[in-house]
């Protein structure tokens, strides 16, 4: 039987209770394939789960995307074959691994100018901000967006996606260097959310005016403020928590904002049958090869480290993607 070396955690906790293991690795089921991980991309709900804030059964695997090649198909698997170059998202837990196994619905091949680093560092972000620009709220030219947390790894995609679709785009994030990030990513306004009043910023950035739709992916510190930044009718969309979940509120309040409408959309839902998820990638990689989307490797670590890439990201030190290479 093979082997593989996987993290694990065995309690709720800090980044430390994220052990590696080495696990048996028994043959692919009828379905599944045996994948050697090249690029294992790192997103920030692996923290809500590691913390127990989002419970999962224990012990458990950890990660939700990766990227590598197939290296053994298990029965009844027709549309991937050993050796393909192929990526996921959404199959269960447990990516933070060198090897895996995989349902083969799940994977999706990678076109040659798709790298694995970049799908594995694009996919889960990339696929959410497709369907938050596409679907949630169909972009359109003119448009106002605002996008909190814009240097980050979600954050600077979208912001380009918004860009690419022709709207204008503000940008929340903290402190000078994710500003400038956050301008680099195509923010025509960039608001720094951790000095004075960000809301008053965010208004004399835009001479009053306000947002057709609000991405808050922060929750806690910045969704009251959102619905003060959202122009009558506007969408506010709280698809985030990195500060900790949004208030409970009375829908009356969203009557004296300005009629506004509220939802809190997931990734998953969006991608659950093979053929969206396929569908839903393809424009994806669409908007890769055609340079409208891209998100820097803000730092790389290997799996050992896996608990060093988990502090980096909630000490809010990183920009773009965090990458682990097994
Ligand atoms: N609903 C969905 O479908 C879906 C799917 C994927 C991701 N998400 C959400 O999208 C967000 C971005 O994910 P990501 O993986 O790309 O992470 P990320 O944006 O690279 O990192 C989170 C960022 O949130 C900001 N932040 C604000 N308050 C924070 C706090 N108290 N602690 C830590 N960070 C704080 C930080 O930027 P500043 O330092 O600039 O504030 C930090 O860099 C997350 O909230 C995630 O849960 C939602």
């Given at each position: 039987?093979?082997?593989?070396?996987?993290?694990?955690?065995?309690?709720?906790?800090?980044?430390?209770?994220?052990?590696i293991?080495t696990?048996?690795?028994?043959?692919?089921?009828?379905?599944?394939?045996?994948l050697?991980q090249?690029?294992?991309?790192f997103?920030?709900?692996?923290?809500?789960q590691?913390?127990g804030?989002?419970?999962?059964?224990?012990?458990?695997?950890?990660?939700?995307?990766?990227a590598?090649?197939?290296?053994?198909?298990g029965?009844d698997?027709?549309d991937?074959?050993?050796?393909d170059?192929v990526?996921?998202?959404?199959a269960?837990?447990?990516?933070?691994?060198?090897?895996?196994n995989?349902p083969?619905?799940?994977?999706?091949?990678?076109?040659?100018?798709?790298?694995?680093?970049?799908?594995a560092?694009?996919?889960?972000?990339?696929m959410?901000?497709?369907?938050?620009?596409?679907?949630?709220?169909k972009?359109?030219?003119g448009?106002?967006?605002?996008?909190?947390?814009?240097?980050?790894?979600?954050?600077?995609?979208?912001?380009?996606?918004?860009?690419?679709?022709?709207?204008?785009v503000?940008?929340?994030?903290?402190?000078?260097?994710?500003l400038?990030?956050?301008?680099?990513?195509?923010?025509?306004?960039?608001?720094?959310?951790?000095?004075?009043?960000?809301?008053?910023?965010?208004?004399?950035?835009?001479?009053?005016r306000?947002?057709?739709?609000?991405?808050?992916?922060?929750?806690?510190?910045?969704?009251?403020?959102?619905?003060?930044?959202?122009?009558?009718f506007?969408?506010?969309?709280?698809?985030?928590a990195?500060?900790?979940?949004?208030?409970d509120?009375?829908?009356?309040?969203l009557?004296?904002?300005?009629?506004?409408?509220l939802?809190?959309?997931?990734?998953?839902?969006?991608?659950?049958?093979?053929a969206?998820?396929r569908a839903?990638?393809?424009?994806?990689?669409?908007?890769?090869?055609?340079?409208?989307?891209?998100?820097?490797?803000?730092?790389?670590?290997?799996?050992?480290q896996i608990?060093d890439?988990?502090?980096?990201?909630?000490?809010?030190?990183?920009?773009?993607?965090?990458?682990?290479?097994?």
């Open positions: 039987m093979m082997t593989a070396r996987a993290a694990r955690l065995h309690a709720f906790g800090e980044a430390d209770e994220l052990r293991e696990i048996d690795l028994p043959e692919p089921a009828p379905g599944e394939v045996a050697r090249t690029a294992v991309g997103n920030f709900i692996d923290i809500y590691r913390k804030v989002y419970p999962l059964p224990l012990p458990t695997g950890l990660g939700f995307e990766a590598g090649v197939v290296e053994q198909v029965p698997v027709r991937v074959r050993t050796g170059r990526a996921y998202m959404n269960g837990v447990g990516a933070y691994a060198d090897r895996r995989v083969a619905d799940k994977l999706v091949v990678l076109p040659d100018g798709v790298s694995d680093e970049a799908a560092t694009l996919l889960f972000k990339g959410t901000a497709q369907y938050l620009v596409r679907k949630t709220h972009v359109k030219p448009d106002l967006v605002l996008v909190h947390a814009a240097a980050g790894g979600v954050g600077q995609i979208l912001c380009r996606w918004a860009k690419d679709l022709g709207a204008e503000a940008g929340t994030a903290g402190g000078p260097e994710k400038a990030v956050a301008r680099d990513a195509g923010c025509d306004f960039v608001i720094d959310y951790r000095q004075g009043n960000w809301v008053e910023a965010f208004h004399e950035a835009t001479a009053g306000k947002a057709r739709v609000v991405y808050d992916s922060v929750g806690k510190d910045t969704f009251l403020g959102s619905l003060d930044c959202t122009a009558p506007g969408l506010v969309v709280s698809y985030g990195a500060s900790g979940p949004a208030p509120i009375s829908p009356e309040l009557n004296k904002k300005g009629c506004l409408y939802t809190r959309p997931s990734v998953f839902p969006h991608n659950a049958d093979v969206t998820f839903n990638a393809a424009e994806l990689f669409d908007a890769i090869a055609r340079g409208a989307v891209t998100v820097p490797i803000g730092a790389r670590f290997t799996l050992d608990a890439a988990h502090r980096a990201a909630e000490s809010r030190a990183t920009t773009g993607a965090i990458l682990i290479v097994p």
